[in-house]
C-alpha cells in the first residue's frame, strides 16, 4: 500500500522556521522524483520545491526566495522541507507528492502519482 506521511507542520511566528518530513512507503522511492507543494485557502495550489531522484536536480517556486530548502534521504524513503523566515503568506497546507517519468510534469503538478494527506503550516505575526 502506498503511503506518504507527512509531518512537521504546526504553528509558528512570523520570522520563525520548521521542518517538514515525508515518509513514503509501498513504492520506490529511489527512482521517483519528490516534491512539496501547497494550498492555502481560497487559492490554488503551488509547487513549492522538487527535487531530482539523487538530489542534485533541485528547483523552488519563485516565491521561495531562498527561504526554503528541499532534501532527500534515500536510505530512509524520506524528503524534507527546512522552512525559515516564514511569513504569513506561507500559512497552507502542505502537501508531499511523487512521480516517477517528468520533472517537468511534477513541476506542474499535473502529472503526480501519490499525494499524501497533508500538513498544516500557520504562521502568525
Known amino acids: 500500500q502506498v503511503q506518504l506521511v507527512e509531518s512537521g507542520g504546526g504553528l509558528v511566528q512570523a520570522g520563525g522556521s520548521l521542518r517538514l518530513s515525508c515518509v513514503a512507503s509501498g513504492f520506490t522511492f529511489g527512482v521517483y522524483y519528490m516534491a512539496w507543494f501547497r494550498q492555502a485557502p481560497g487559492k490554488e495550489r503551488q509547487v513549492v520545491a522538487a527535487?531530482?531522484?539523487?538530489?542534485?536536480?533541485?528547483r523552488y517556486g519563485d516565491f521561495v526566495k531562498g527561504r526554503f530548502t528541499i532534501s532527500r534521504d534515500n536510505s530512509k524513503n524520506t524528503v524534507y522541507l527546512q522552512m525559515n523566515s516564514l511569513e504569513p503568506e506561507d500559512t497552507a497546507v502542505y502537501y508531499c507528492?511523487?512521480?516517477?517519468?517528468?520533472?517537468?510534469?511534477?513541476?506542474?503538478?499535473?502529472?503526480?502519482?501519490?499525494w499524501g494527506k497533508g500538513t498544516l503550516v500557520n504562521v502568525s505575526l
Open positions: 507528492a511523487a512521480e516517477s517519468l517528468s520533472f517537468s510534469s511534477l513541476m506542474r503538478g499535473d502529472g503526480v502519482d501519490y
Open positions: 527535487i531530482g531522484w539523487s538530489g542534485i536536480l533541485i
